[in-house]
């Protein structure tokens, strides 16, 4: 299993790129917000991971962040989501904004990305509305850029950073609200907070009775 490429960009593709990684090159697919985060051909990235196996194919699925990858592992759990449909939604969305639409059930911002129609994106938010507050709670990056020398990666240019994120919901969760409650309030409030404290601050309000 390759679980994390590091080398030279040898080709950029509409789909996917080419890591150099010690003479060896490696064709890895991502979404378009990866692909728009990757460096030029020449420069150094690196990637996380998923390696795809069957009998008359071989794949990888490449991805900014730790988060992004379990996030592509959970949606390709929902039946009808493969791996092309789930970095289409990363693509639209990003793991923050899926997080998001998943816990205010909001099918319709699923339904945004190609090849997403109404039927699979209800049937995405209703399987993972219970699964989404654990991955919503980790935060967003690693333990160093994954790209290097690069612009800030896209997936993770959303307010709040999923580091917030992750810091309120685990404050939430500790304070005895359900996972599912907590992460509904955090995703009504994003847009309003810059921070965890902010965010804190507005989805215990949001928790409130009569909130």
Known sequence: MIGRLR????????????????????????????????????????????MVVREDLMQLFGFLTVQEREWHRLLTSVQGVGAKVSLAILGVLGPDGVGRAIALSDAGAVKAAPGVGPKLATRVVNELQGKAPALMAMAGGGDDPLIEGAAAPVAQVVAPTGGAQADALSALTNLGYAPVDAARAVAEVADDADDAGALIRLALKRLAPGG
Not at 23 to 46: E, H, I, K, N
């Open 7 to 50: 080398g030279e960009v040898a080709w950029r593709a509409a789909d996917h790129v080419m890591l150099d990684v010690g003479g060896v090159g490696y064709v890895v697919f991502c979404s378009d917000r990866t692909l728009a985060a990757m460096p030029q051909v020449g420069a150094m990235a690196s990637l996380w991971t998923e």
